[in-house]
């Protein structure tokens, strides 16, 4: 192995390495107890395995640090708690889960109450085990697509689409919003891709403002089929009778706790 400080030619730069410990041969030959060498891989192949499904997963760089501990429970309404036990129990059982036709998370409701939060908590972990989880924002996820058609980038389109309909996990954000009514379009390709991972028994994570009773007047196949996958992972972030005096907010929330630093 070359080492990391070895001086090049003039006008060359010193080879810089994605680990120093290895020098990027993935391990390296180690001591035994009985005094033999023997070859341990290192740490950086996972670390280089959890960037690659990363650079695949469209994770924005900001949110592929949270975690559970990012989601508050202390003080906030029931249906919190329950989101996030919920969510915490679905990504550590995830292995046993997947194949079964129940094998979907949807956490929907009230607009801010960190729906968005606790699912990329969940993601995050499924990466960590190996598991490719796509991020699917649904408003600048269809209006990319759409460009994509409209400029005749046919190509691209269907790549995207086809992405959508095969990764392992998809995830896919604020579900039938931006607009009052869905196009046919975007209701052609929800229809699509939901059904396609349906059929195969292929995980989905949503997140919507909508409840299933408004997805299912959208579209009553779409609306039952999630509801189907989602049916023992589902929880609506709603006030109960008893917490009307309660903040649901997750982001004003967190506005208030930055303030109160």
């Not at 994770?59 to 559970?68: E, K, L, N, R, T």
């Not at 046919?154 to 995830?171: G, M, P, Q």
């Not at 403002?209 to 009553?220: D, G, P, R, S």
Request: glycine share 6%; with cysteine; aromatic share 10%.
């Amino acid at each position: 192995m070359v080492s990391p400080n070895t001086q090049w030619e003039v006008g060359t730069p010193p080879h810089e390495y994605f680990c120093t410990q290895c020098q990027d041969e993935n391990g390296f030959l180690v001591a035994s107890s009985t005094g033999q060498s023997v070859w341990r891989q290192c740490s950086c192949v996972e670390r280089k395995r959890i960037a690659r499904l990363y650079k695949s997963s469209s994770i924005s760089a900001a949110m592929q640090s949270v975690g559970f501990d990012d989601y508050l429970t202390q003080d906030r309404p029931r249906c919190v708690s329950q989101a996030k036990s919920m969510a915490y129990y679905f990504a550590s059982h995830f292995s046993d889960l997947r194949g079964k036709r129940k094998n979907s998370m949807a956490i929907v409701g009230e607009l801010g109450s960190g729906k968005t939060t606790i699912l990329h908590a969940v993601s995050n972990s499924l990466i960590k085990q190996g598991i490719l989880v796509h991020y699917f924002p649904w408003v600048s996820g269809t209006n990319e697509l759409r460009g994509a058609f409209a400029r005749g980038n046919s190509d691209k389109a269907y790549e995207l689409v086809e992405r959508l309909a095969s990764a392992e996990v998809l995830f896919i954000d604020d579900l039938l919003q931006g607009r009052a009514e869905p196009t046919e379009y975007q209701k052609d390709l929800l229809y699509d891709v939901v059904n396609e991972r349906y059929s195969h028994h292929r995980p989905l994570l949503i997140s919507s403002n909508l409840t299933f009773e408004q997805i299912n007047k959208v579209n009553e196949v779409i609306g039952s089929r999630i509801y189907e996958m989602c049916a023992d992972f589902t929880t609506v972030m709603r006030l109960e009778a008893d917490e009307q005096d309660m903040d649901l907010n997750f982001r004003l929330l967190n506005a208030k706790t930055w303030e109160g630093n």
